[in-house]
């Protein structure tokens, strides 16, 4: 009867789908060879412009984060949620108002099970309680997620149903007997070539465990239903032949690429109702139970209301435009993932952009080594937006960052408060300048772009052609940060975007001391204030270009430093951020009275020692 309701509901559900729009469908094959030609010609498309406003919104997600841990949510979570944050607020920095972040919590599989059970929990209460963490988490970190997804909501199991009944009715699901290392805590197979024999130096006995993970693995022998993967080795090679910056960093690709080749063995996508029983049940058999990673992963998908959707709804995000994941769940989403879609006739993803991980005391964080951090408590301590900028500027992409109270003071003293703070300090808030009359001045100054862009320039003394060479370099320099920063963001690589930004901030400090302005301002000559002029113009406009592309990263401190300046809140977008774009901004000269400070924007820490 169950079974009967469950094939209603699948015929239902598509002939929904057709009365309201042509939902998409995988290409039907009665039997192996055609389904082989089938999947070899695959070709997905994708995208060519990863943040084009006139296209499809950019979409960008981050792995939904398993809920059966005692310590989580940790940094790592955070550091992931900032860099698909980052990179979404950055397609909303060139004007895609529609960019979209997914993000959301994996509830099933036997870990959580199990983890419900210790904590002698109703295991929906136990999800309920680590989903809430993890959504507290994303509010705190001032995440723009548009979604908090769980793999318990209903569509999204009603979209696991559905794309179980399509890839067996394509043909890619069989039942047979799977034998194989299998490890509780990964919920996954691994082939004999991925395990190996370690000594566990805390009882000296050998044990098996995953070369990729380090986790322990059991040989087990059970009856389920298989995903035939093995057919997608070639449709795969194809694809990232054919998309060679598809993941992040090469490093990465170069070691998916390998394991590839290596050859696909067809993958377990369910396991026993007996031992497995949080989870979804494979429609039509509830013996079975549908393999976690099969169920989550298509939470992505559950995002654009998948089947019930118009393809050529110009509102359609997928697919992906980049997908945030540690390097730890790299085979799932490079390998697993893309031939599903491609079983599916979908299109992957554009980017896959894999992070390392944190490490402290150059050990990986984790619960038995007890040296987790808890990201609410950085906050507290340090500030949210002090926290995002040392995990996009120093985290890392390729190799792992080290996490360390004493490194997020240095990062934020030296190139927050020290560096970018102090400009704000000595250019706006000092009595000695009147930024909106430099402004004014170089608006209606016809001479200034000549004087900008001049080889060479007759002044007076070998100080004033010092300072025009300066200045013409560093215009120069003003030209191409925002493109330089941009490239890095579609690679994507925010941690390098977001270092090419802050080398300007050294670049103008030191245009702005060595020109001795303060003392330039108060020359008789007219000639001399208006070079003055000149250099306090070039380091306001700096800092204005600055502050306008490190808003995706420092969202609050960063409107506070715009605000500082006056700068109009429709004129703070990736258009804005060119030399001489903008002429309506600047406070006026403080009184003589007046008390300057940079507090507003960048705060003291308390000391961490």
Not at 7 to 21: D, G
């Amino acid at each position: 009867m169950l079974a009967l309701e469950r094939n209603a509901r699948s015929f239902f559900l598509q002939c929904r789908a057709s009365a309201r729009c042509q939902p998409w469908r995988p290409v039907l094959l009665r039997g192996n060879s055609q389904r082989r030609t089938l999947a070899a010609a695959i070709e997905p498309e994708s995208p060519t412009n990863a943040h084009a406003p006139a296209g499809k919104p950019y979409y960008v997600t981050t792995p939904i984060f398993y809920v059966n841990s005692g310590m989580s949510p940790h940094v790592g979570h955070l550091y992931t949620l900032v860099l698909a944050d980052v990179l979404k607020r950055w397609a909303k920095l060139r004007g895609d108002e529609r960019a979209t972040l997914l993000t959301g919590t994996d509830e099933h599989g036997m870990k959580v099970q199990k983890a419900a059970q210790k904590a002698n929990t109703d295991v929906k209460l136990f999800c309920d309680h680590h989903a809430e963490q993890f959504k507290a988490l994303c509010d705190a970190a001032n995440i723009d997620y548009d979604r908090f997804i769980r793999t318990t909501d209903e569509d999204h199991k009603d979209v696991v149903r559905y794309v179980w009944e399509e890839l067996n009715r394509a043909g890619f699901i069989y039942e047979a007997k799977h034998e194989g290392w299998y490890s509780v805590s990964d919920e996954t197979f691994y082939p004999s070539t991925q395990v190996h024999k370690v000594l566990d130096p805390s009882t000296g006995i050998t044990k098996i465990v995953s070369i990729e993970t380090g986790k322990d693995v059991e040989w087990t022998s059970e009856m389920n239903y298989h995903f035939r993967l093995s057919e997608f080795q070639a449709p795969l090679l194809k694809y990232y032949e054919n998309h060679a910056g598809a993941i992040v960093p090469k490093q990465r690709m170069a070691f998916i690429m390998d394991e590839i080749r290596s050859g696909l063995k067809d993958l377990s996508v369910s396991r026993p109702s007996s031992r497995l029983t949080w989870g979804i049940q494979v429609p039509g058999d509830e013996s079975q139970t549908i393999y976690v990673w099969l169920d989550a992963l298509f939470n992505y998908l559950t995002m654009t209301g998948y089947p019930l959707v118009n393809r050529n709804d110009a509102n359609m995000v997928w697919p992906p435009n980049c997908q945030v994941i540690g390097k730890d769940i790299i085979r799932f989403h490079t390998i697993y993932w893309p031939a599903f879609l491609m079983a599916l006739n979908l299109p992957v993803a554009d980017r896959f952009l894999t992070h390392a991980h944190w490490t402290m005391n150059n050990e990986k964080m984790s619960k038995s080594a007890g040296n987790g951090v808890n990201p609410f408590y950085a906050m507290d301590r340090f500030g949210v937006d002090c926290i995002r900028f040392f995990m996009a500027h120093n985290g890392g992409i390729v190799d792992d960052a080290t996490y360390d109270n004493s490194f997020i003071e240095e990062t934020y003293n030296h190139l927050l408060r020290g560096g970018l703070g102090n400009l704000i300090h000595r250019v706006y808030k000092s009595k000695h300048f009147d930024v909106r009359g430099a402004v004014k001045l170089v608006k209606e100054d016809e001479n200034f772009s000549k004087f900008i862009t001049r080889d060479q320039w007759s002044a007076s003394s070998l100080e004033m052609k010092a300072i025009h060479a300066s200045l013409r370099g560093h215009h120069a320099r003003l030209c191409s940060v925002r493109e330089i920063a941009d490239n890095h963001m579609k690679e994507p690589d925010p941690r390098k975007a977001v270092q090419s930004i802050c080398e300007l901030i050294g670049e103008t400090n030191k245009l702005f001391h060595n020109s001795e302005v303060w003392k330039l301002i108060k020359s008789t000559d007219p000639e001399t204030r208006r070079i003055a002029n000149y250099v306090l113009f070039t380091s306001a406009d700096s800092i204005r270009i600055m502050a306008i592309l490190l808003q995706p990263f420092m969202p609050q401190r960063m409107k506070a430093a715009l605000d500082l300046m006056e700068v109009d809140e429709s004129r703070r977008t990736f258009d804005d951020a060119v030399f001489g774009a903008d002429f309506t901004y600047g406070p006026p000269a403080l009184g003589p009275d007046a008390k300057a400070s940079a507090e507003v924007v960048f705060p003291m820490l308390l000391s961490v020692h």
